[in-house]
């Protein structure tokens, strides 16, 4: 596993393309945007008159999303996908042809009325954005797929609102020709890159359109709540832009009142959350082990809060000083603080929101997926409006400072994720054995990504070896998986509750509950039947003296009632590690032996359920363990 990186996506026709679409699109929204505020400043227009359009930009921009997403996300998943991207990048085309000529007619009316359809034109780009990913993805690589669409967006968004705010700056008088060339030109690149972009079959061709955006829009939002886990996520991703947009808003005045400094400062803050946010994305990935490993969200949600809880102690009142460039700002006292904590808010949203996006990605059916994505886009356009409104609310009414807002944005932020996480035990769940295993155990994993399939039902054998073998299977592999345990394990303080809400199937042995026995087994089938992933430990109980006991007639009861694909899979080093019983209780209770333990997990390809027995299996687990117990 650690010799994939998500950056080889980048060299893959299958995901390059599509990339470059995402990015440009993003890049010429906010060219187009800044320009048009540029524009404002360059006719000398009142500044009542430059605040009415300033306010009344974003409003056209995401109403839209409104209005169409709920027919944006059926269309997306009736049509090809890349033919619907190739759709969107030649609307974009026209649209920026018609901002061209508000450019350099210097007409107001004619670049808001463009704005309003590029709003139009995102809408529709929105949930084939994020749906196509499954489509062109494998499962481990949804978390580094999307670390790198959240990258390539916060950088373009940054480096847009750069380019977009200097064209009248440094063109001057030309600055309507650069403008306008500029939108055309990238609009033109967007669209030759879409034509790029390999065949993505379509979700539910034979979806019937429903016109009523009222009643669709209510229709998804309804079908976005099926699922508890999606539903929260959504949430989740909702309050990932409410949280930006009242951060990103108040950094103008931000910058000004309490750091000191102009424009520059504000693009210098801005550049950091950015800088901060992408690292994040980029870093999932790794830090997740090509899973989709939602415990990285409350680490996420919990770091932004603490680092937006200092930002606030870092500088709390007004400056003295004003007029300072970055130079200027960072020979201050304080300003490294400032500058960790601007990067620190930027990190931590990184690892809060793209998980979210790849759980979305994994748990919606693809027949689906398209129209979650557009319940998402209604959704985000609400809290972002939302957020506006109360930034506007705490400021004019409340009369609250930009650090004092900070201050209670922390507090609500982590009230939230909180809630989020009572309703969801899944996400608390995950996070407590991503921390555990990560902190115990160095993981290298051979042959699970090439041989655990990526859908459908499948049974995993294994070696039995500690009382965390459970945790750390699932840290290694892609999908979801329900574990059959025995029962005491199971009942062990503190992991009972992580392994009742990762819905394992506890079990024992006929003498001690035959009922449990024959409900296991039935809970066994019965996840089967619904395509999942089962894991057992066909030797019944831990290993005591390192080796592989032989296998029990269990996993041949399963397979004689459904006879699904069955993967070997072997833990190698673990009996040397903490939690194995190669220690009296008593030993167990010192410092643990091996902190850090380098554990290597190894599967082999699926046998035919039809054609194996307990025998064959366990000649094949052992075959993969080997000597190294």
């Known amino acids: 596993m ?130 196509v990913l499954p489509s ?98 959504i949430l989740g991703v909702s309050w990932f832009w409410f949280f930006g947009t009242i951060l990103t808003s108040q950094l103008p005045t931000y910058a000004e009142v309490n750091l000191g400094g102009g424009s520059t400062l504000y693009i210098f803050a801005l550049a950091l959350f950015s800088l901060g946010t992408g690292t994040g994305s980029l870093l999932c990935e790794k830090l997740s082990g090509r899973i989709v490993e939602i415990g990285l969200v409350p680490l996420g949600a919990f770091g932004m809060s603490a680092f937006l809880l200092d930002l606030y102690f870092a500088r709390s009142g007004t400056v003295t000083v004003s007029g300072l460039d970055v130079l200027g700002f960072l020979q201050q006292p304080g300003s490294v603080r400032i500058v960790i904590d601007l990067l620190g808010i930027g990190l931590f949203t990184g ?21 979650v994505f557009a319940a998402l886009n209604i959704q985000n356009s609400g809290f972002i409006v939302l957020a506006a409104g109360l930034g506007l609310l705490t400021q004019s009414v409340l009369d609250w400072s930009v650090p004092q807002l900070f201050l209670a944005l922390a507090i609500t932020n982590a009230l939230v994720a909180l809630y989020i996480f009572s309703i969801v035990p899944e996400f608390l769940m995950r996070f407590l054995s991503w921390l555990m295993v990560h902190t115990l155990y160095r993981l290298r994993v051979h042959g699970v990504e090439d041989n655990v399939p ?38 062990i303080p503190v992991m009972r509750w992580i392994f009742t809400t990762a819905k394992a199937i506890p079990i024992a042995s006929p003498r001690e509950d035959a009922a449990l026995m024959q409900r296991a087994f039935d809970e066994v089938d019965a996840a089967l039947a619904e395509g999942e992933l089962v894991c057992i430990f066909p030797e019944g109980a831990l290993t005591r003296d390192g080796g592989i006991a032989p296998f029990k007639s269990g996993v041949e009861k399963i397979l004689a009632r459904r006879p699904v694909p069955v993967v070997p899979m072997a833990l190698k080093g673990m009996w040397s590690s903490m939690w194995s019983r190669r220690d009296t209780r008593l030993g167990r209770m010192r410092v643990p032996r091996r902190f850090r333990a380098h554990i290597q997990i190894i599967a082999a390809p699926a046998l035919d359920g039809t054609d194996t027995d307990a025998a064959r299996l366990e000649t094949s687990v052992r075959a993969l363990r080997g000597d190294d117990a």
């Open 2 to 131: 650690s010799g994939h990186s998500q950056f080889s996506l980048l060299k893959q026709r299958r995901f390059l393309p599509f990339f470059i679409v995402q990015a440009l699109g993003a890049f010429n929204d906010n060219i187009y945007r800044q320009a048009i505020i540029g524009l404002l400043f360059y006719l000398g227009v009142s500044t009542e008159e430059r605040t009415l359009y300033t306010n009344l930009a974003p409003a056209l921009f995401i109403l839209p999303y409104f209005l169409f997403s709920a027919l944006a996300g059926q269309i997306a998943e009736k049509l090809e996908k890349q033919r619907l991207i190739v759709i969107t990048t030649t609307m974009e085309i026209v649209i920026m042809s018609l901002a061209a000529i508000g450019f350099l007619t210097l007409s107001l009316p004619v670049l808001l009325v463009a704005l309003f359809c590029t709003g139009l034109q995102s809408t529709l780009f929105g949930p084939v954005k994020y749906s």
């Open 454 to 491: 990526d859908d459908g039902p499948a049974l995993i054998v294994c070696n039995h070896v500690s009382y965390m073998d459970a945790l750390i299977l699932a840290a290694t592999i892609p999908r979801p998986v329900r574990f059959v345990m025995y029962y005491r394990i199971f009942n």
């Open 351 to 371: 690892f809060f929101v793209v998980p979210l996006f790849a759980l979305i990605q994994s748990r919606s059916p693809k027949s689906e997926m398209s129209r």
């Open 136 to 233: 062109i993805l494998k499962p481990e690589e949804l978390t580094g797929g999307n670390g790198l669409v959240e990258m390539g967006t916060s950088i373009s968004i940054l480096t847009g609102m750069i380019a977009g705010g200097t064209i009248f700056v440094l063109a001057g008088s030309n600055g309507p020709i650069v403008a306008a060339t500029a939108i055309i030109v990238l609009s033109l690149a967007g669209n030759l890159a879409a034509r790029m972009i390999p065949t993505v079959d379509a979700g539910a061709p034979e979806l019937k359109i429903n016109w009523n955006p009222l009643r669709e829009s209510l229709a998804v939002l309804r079908m976005a709540k099926k699922q508890k886990a999606v539903r929260n996520a």
